[in-house]
């Protein structure tokens, strides 16, 4: 119940956030283009963004950006996340996380497209960089002293969308194109990691890492999963993650930006340490006397979750050139 309004509260704030500056636009084209009806028409303001003023478009952008960043699970809008990551059943967990968040962060996309000619240089890039940086720095002390499974993968996700946010805040190809394989890399990853996380919460039904200590040892095809799964999302090779990281970190500090290059790296390397811990936990031996009641697991979502890790290690050694290209096109298209 408290994960559920927690959800509706937060989201229904900050929806009436971002359409306080989708007004704030509205009103902006308006005084531009006083004769057209069409000032919420994507080509209209496609055509009329650069002549918009300049505090309406900080004001529109401020607004969007707390907004849609309460339903992207942006730091310090993000307290809603865990709860209701946590507690809701393991499909919505996956989808919360892989389209959900997804859907949000598009929109601030495409409305920073259309305000950052006006807004001025750098000021929307720079608010992408401070709450993607941010949020990877609130989550990540969350991640190192959390014992409950479901919220240290949620406490990922928020980690997660902010480093897709600090990716297209950089203004390069370079660092868009790495925030979007990020994008697809990380629905995968943490699709795969909430499917493992339920079968193992609904097998020992607890969701307490002390209370699954030793279950990846006692259930050798689910510990693979989720040894593979964990060092996929903490962005080791070969896995896309890896990927998509180096790319992000590589047009940080091509832009000249080292310090929060070295910020974010030092940061990935406490979460690092974190899911090392919790994975180490759950591959110790565990005692004949603590086994789980059911030894079976079911094989079918088994090895449909294990699928996942097949695009996920594909990804992370060869991008096929039609994703490429697409990829490619859609940076540019967001410059």
Request: hydrophobic residues 55%.
């Amino acid at each position: 119940l408290e994960a559920a309004w927690k959800f509706i509260f937060l989201s229904s704030v900050g929806i009436a956030f971002a359409l306080l500056g989708i007004i704030f636009l509205h009103y902006a084209a308006s005084l531009v283009a006083p004769e057209t009806l069409e000032t919420l028409d994507w080509a209209t303001l496609k055509r009329i963004a650069p002549e918009l003023s300049p505090a309406l478009a900080r004001l529109a952008f401020i607004f969007i950006l707390i907004g849609y960043g309460t339903k992207t699970g942006l730091a310090p809008m993000h307290t809603w996340l865990p709860d209701a990551h946590s507690q809701a059943p393991t499909p919505v967990s996956a989808l919360l996380s892989g389209a959900l968040l997804n859907t949000a962060l598009y929109a601030i996309l495409r409305l920073a497209q259309l305000l950052a000619p006006a807004a001025g240089e750098g000021y929307v890039p720079q608010l992408l960089q401070l709450f993607g940086l941010l949020s990877v720095a609130v989550a990540t002390p969350f991640i190192l002293v959390q014992q409950d499974l479901k919220r240290l993968l949620a406490y990922s996700s928020i980690e997660h969308m902010g480093l897709i946010t600090f990716g297209l805040g950089l203004a390069s190809d370079l660092g868009r194109y790495g925030a979007l394989f990020h994008i697809l890399n990380h629905s995968l990853a943490k699709a795969l990691m909430f499917f493992a996380a339920g079968l193992l919460v609904q097998h020992y039904g607890s969701r307490q890492l002390l209370k699954l200590r030793g279950a990846a040892s006692s259930l050798p095809p689910l510990g693979f999963i989720l040894a593979a799964g964990t060092l996929a999302l903490i962005g080791l090779p070969p896995f896309g993650l890896f990927s998509s990281e180096f790319l992000m970190i590589r047009a940080a500090l091509a832009s000249g930006q080292v310090f929060q290059a070295g910020a974010l790296l030092f940061l990935l390397l406490c979460i690092f340490a974190g899911f090392i811990y919790a994975l180490g936990v759950l591959s110790q031996r565990r005692e004949r006397s603590e086994a789980a009641p059911h030894p079976r697991l079911p094989r079918l979502a088994l090895a449909t979750t294990a699928l996942v890790l097949v695009p996920l290690l594909v990804l992370g050694v060869y991008v096929p050139q039609p994703l490429n290209s697409l990829l490619s096109k859609i940076a540019a298209l967001l410059g």
